[in-house]
């Protein structure tokens, strides 16, 4: 009785840790160009990529990491998005869903 108790506490304990483990990885999706929404935006994982012809509205030095869309921690490499709610985009990305923090 005893040791079923403790196998229970070490299961459970292992299953709330592997929860927590497939939440954190969920998290840090990122979102790819080929996306179909990604797609649909222009979304590029590096900014100086973007189609310049398709979006003659992006201009040098506009990024994720400036855009009032965008939502990472200082400090993070990439974060949540407004237009992208399940996944991260890196703060070097851009998409034509651009606008510049005030
Ligand atoms: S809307 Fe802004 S933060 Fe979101 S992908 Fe486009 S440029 Fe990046």
Redesign the pocket.
């Known amino acids: 009785m005893k040791n079923s108790r403790r196998q229970f506490l070490i299961l459970s304990a292992a299953g709330a840790a592997s929860l927590a483990l497939h939440n954190t990885v969920q998290a840090q999706a990122l979102?790819s160009p080929s996306d179909p929404q990604?797609l649909a935006?222009g979304?590029v994982t590096d900014?100086a990529k973007a189609d310049k012809a398709k979006f003659p509205q992006y201009t040098a030095g506009?990024?994720?990491?400036s855009?009032?869309?965008?939502?990472g921690k200082a400090g993070s490499t990439n974060?949540p998005?407004?237009?992208?709610a399940e996944k991260h985009?890196p703060i070097n990305?851009?998409?034509?869903?651009?606008?510049k923090k005030s």
């Open positions: 979102v990604a935006l979304f900014a506009q990024h994720c990491g855009c009032a869309l965008y939502q974060g998005c407004v237009l992208f985009v990305g851009w998409c034509s869903g651009y606008t």
